[in-house]
C-alpha cells in the first residue's frame, strides 16, 4: 500500500501561482502512476494531471494545458503541481492519487490510492 500526503495548498490571488506536492510513502518501489484531481463545493471530482511512473509521459485536462505542470522526484517519492496564471475557476480541493499502471490515465476508478486533499483558493 501507498500513503499520499498533499501539502502547498493556500489562497492565492488569480494569476499567481501555487506549487502543489504529494508526498508517497510504504511500497514505494511498485512502479505507480501519479494523478492530481480537483473537486469544488458542488461538483463532481475532476481530472487534473497524470504522470507516468517513469516520468516521461503526462497528461493534462484541457482546461489547465499550459498553465499547470506535473513533474515527480523519484528519489524524494514526491510528485509536484506546478499551478500557474491561477484562475478563480480553479479554486477546489486538490487531491493526488496513485495507480498501480505503468501508464498515465485520466479514469478516476484506476487510481487506488488517495491522498487527504488541499484546498486551493483563487480570488479576483
Known amino acids: 500500500q501507498v500513503q499520499l500526503v498533499e501539502s502547498g495548498g493556500g489562497m492565492v490571488q488569480a494569476g499567481g501561482s501555487l506549487r502543489l506536492s504529494c508526498a508517497a510513502s510504504g511500497r514505494t518501489e511498485r512502479r505507480y502512476t501519479m494523478g492530481w484531481f480537483r473537486q469544488a463545493p458542488g461538483s463532481e471530482r475532476e481530472f487534473v494531471a497524470a504522470?507516468?511512473?517513469?516520468?516521461?509521459?503526462?497528461y493534462y485536462a484541457d482546461s489547465v494545458k499550459g498553465r499547470f505542470t506535473i513533474s515527480r522526484d523519484g528519489a524524494k517519492n514526491t510528485d509536484y503541481l506546478q499551478m500557474s496564471s491561477l484562475k478563480p475557476e480553479d479554486t477546489a480541493v486538490y487531491y493526488c492519487?496513485?495507480?498501480?499502471?505503468?501508464?498515465?490515465?485520466?479514469?478516476?476508478?484506476?487510481?487506488?490510492?488517495w491522498g487527504q486533499g488541499t484546498q486551493v483558493t483563487v480570488s479576483s
Open positions: 504522470i507516468s511512473w517513469s516520468g516521461f509521459s503526462t
Open positions: 492519487a496513485a495507480a498501480l499502471l505503468a501508464q498515465a490515465t485520466s479514469s478516476p476508478g484506476d487510481y487506488g490510492y
